[in-house]
Every structure is written in C-alpha cells, then in structure tokens.
C-alpha cells in the first residue's frame, strides 16, 4: 500500500464568530470572502478553501476540487462531503438575509445524489439560493454542479433563526 499525506492549518474560528455579531450577515460573509476575517476550520479540512466563496444578497457559491482523501470505500466522493459543502451554501446564503445579532441553525437538510464526484471531475461549485426569509424561519436550495453546468446533487434546507 502506498500512504499519502495532507496537512492543513487554519485560524482561531472564534475571530471571525466574535466578529459577526456585530456585523450583518452579508458584511459579515464578504468580508470573510475579501480574506479580513478567517474561513471557517471547516472549510480548511473537507478543502474548500482554495477559491473564496462568491457572495450575494441571497446566494452564496463555495467552490471545491473532489480529491482521493474525500473518498469513502467505493472510490468516490462521499457523501457527508456533498452534505457539509450544501449546508454551508445553503446556510451561508441565508445568513446574508440577516441583521447583525441575529443567527441561524440548520433544523433540516435533504439532499439528492444525482451522480458520484472524482478526483477526475475537476471544480465544482456549490451555489446556495434563499427562497423565503421570515421571522423565525428560513429556507434555501442548493446545486452542485461541474464547469459545465452538470447537476451532482441537489438539496433543500430549513433554518431557524435566532434573534436575541
């Protein structure tokens, strides 16, 4: 057998978690996107951090290149990688709706494999879209897809959001 190594580092997550209580969601993500504040641990260890997230009122798109260490025992990507990369979008993209002091958490998340990602498929991005925003309760849609606008998963998500 043939071992193969990967070492990442990442900044104190709770700068960033400080910082966001005083900034809206949407200040709070594009300046974590211009590199003022930390990315998440997160996303240094699953690896999709080699491109800034996109953010938008409303959308947030997370990039990611599939790699051998996201495989599980039947050599594609595994699932809970797909899980975390749409509920980060999807959750993200929410987050830009909201007033400074206000947080969310995921209370659902359903997705679709459409089809397996590989080490071969190349970047694919992660875009994460609000579809309604209320008083205590958010929900969003996410797609992976390939350069070529290929569909290998889909999800939906449901936050409640906490207001002080």
Known sequence: ?????????????????????????????????????????????LGFDHLPPTVEPGKVTFYLEPQEYHYNPIGSVHGGVFAALLDSAMGCAVHT????????????????????????????????????????VATAEGRITDAAGKLYAHATTTCLLLRP
């Open 1 to 45: 057998m043939t071992s193969r190594t990967r070492t990442f580092s990442w900044h104190d997550p709770l700068v960033g978690a400080q910082a966001a209580r005083n900034l809206s969601g949407s200040d709070y993500l594009a300046a974590m996107s211009r590199g003022e504040y930390p990315l998440p641990p997160l996303m240094h260890t």
């Open 97 to 136: 709706t909201l007033p400074a002091g206000v947080g969310y958490t995921t209370l659902e998340l359903k997705v679709n494999f459409v089809r397996p990602l590989t080490a071969t498929t190349g970047l694919v991005s992660c875009e994460g879209l609000v579809l309604s925003s209320g008083r205590q």
